[in-house]
């Protein structure tokens, strides 16, 4: 099903979120991620600036250092998304994504330097948690990511480990004999939802299960 | 940034996907994951079906067993996203979601029924794996899932566990010595990613880094 990651695109109007004016973009946030939430909406200058440090060519998968907000960022104006696998998350805490072509490596990693912050000092309150969200001035802090663009980032160039550029196998597929459900066999005789430890909700008997069948 | 997660709407329309006819889904599909993958049109059905057997009222969160296709199902088609948190992945395998009200935890459980897929062939031969991809017959496939529609899948009520109804507090951050980046603070006295373990690429010197300041 897997057909293409990202291709390089260059631009070069250092005003826009991609082919987006700031405000557009802002929509696009509203939309997709319910608030126009700093950080998504610095997370489009950073996926902005990593498009344009791209090499040349390529095929290119993203991995995001933390599942609150910048993934969002990616998924709006990337083809990448969680779903196709072409967005991963690796969960460091960091504010931080990395580009990467899948088939060597070579990638980008773009993040929000705190060394750069002190010219934004709303930003910096936000993102260290300097001051409680009650105490955020929120159109001050918008107004200071718009200025402030991709100056608050730094860009460095890494290679990642090989254990995300092979795509693995799932393997066979097997229905659990327990709940009935296919799962990857690989997994053990029974599926791991069953095995416990995963299960968003009590097992057996304490799940209220009326069967409604559609 | 938080305010609300999804509200419950009904449909009497059992042709449609929410509001899509199901080719108006397919270009939305082809649109945010890149392709009209199988997995993403049966999610569509999954979610309309969770939609319609949800409790009164209430503001609800999504679990999904899986990251493969069925997350971008519920992101196409509900206010919910990864980077928003109001979807999640608990990974057991199973093509599964879960719709629950993130203030009692009462919710619906909806997945793909082996036991349904008899009448249709080329999606039990897909789910389970029984031909190879290139056998695999596209068109006939979509043929199936367009037909099936939701007879393929089952629903049951389910009360998710505590455990993913208090919003967790993410406390404090600091800054890596190490690294220089903001990190939780809970995590410990450097960040994760300079404990090592999760670093999408080598770090210390093996990492080509240039520095290249925007």
Redesign the interface.
């Known amino acids: ?4 990651g990202l291709n390089r695109e260059e631009s070069s109007d250092m005003q826009k979120i991609r082919a987006y004016a700031f405000d557009d973009y802002a929509a696009l946030v509203r939309s ?4 126009v ?4 909406m610095i997370g489009g200058f950073m996926v902005d ?1 990593a498009y344009r ?1 791209l090499p040349s060519g390529g095929l290119f998968d993203v ?1 995001c ?1 933390t ?7 990616v ?1 709006i104006l990337t ?1 990448c ?6 967005l ?9 994504l ?1 580009f ?1 072509d899948k088939r060597t ?1 070579a ?1 980008v ?1 773009v ?5 750069k912050l002190d010219p934004w000092p709303e930003i910096k309150n936000w ?3 300097l001051t409680s969200k009650e105490a955020q001035d929120d159109d001050l802090l918008l107004n200071q990511i718009r200025e402030a663009g ?2 608050i ?9 090989p254990t ?1 550029l092979n795509k693995k196998k799932a393997g ?2 097997a ?2 004999p327990s ?6 066999a690989a ?1 053990g005789a029974i ?3 069953c095995r416990g430890g ?5 097992s057996g008997s ?9």
Chains 1, 2 share one sequence.
């Not at 939430?37 to 998504?40: D, E, I, N, Q």
């Not at 991963?88 to 931080?96: H, P, S």
């Not at 993040?111 to 060394?115: E, F, Q």
């Not at 980032?153 to 480990?161: A, I, M, R, Y």
Request: hydrophobic letters at 30%; proline letters at 9%.
């Open positions: 099903m897997k057909t293409a997709f991620h319910g608030s939430a700093p950080g998504v600036l440090r991995i250092e599942a609150k907000c910048l993934p969002d960022a998924q083809p998304s969680i779903g196709n696998r072409w991963k998350i690796v969960d460091t805490g960091r504010y931080a990395t990467y490596g990638g990693r993040y929000l330097d705190c060394a993102h260290l948690k991709e100056n980032c730094s860009v460095k160039e890494v290679q990642v480990s995300f066979p597929i229905v659990c709940c009935k459900e296919a799962y990857h997994d599926c791991p939802a995963l299960l968003p909700y009590p304490r799940v209220r299960r009326k069967s409604r069948t559609p």
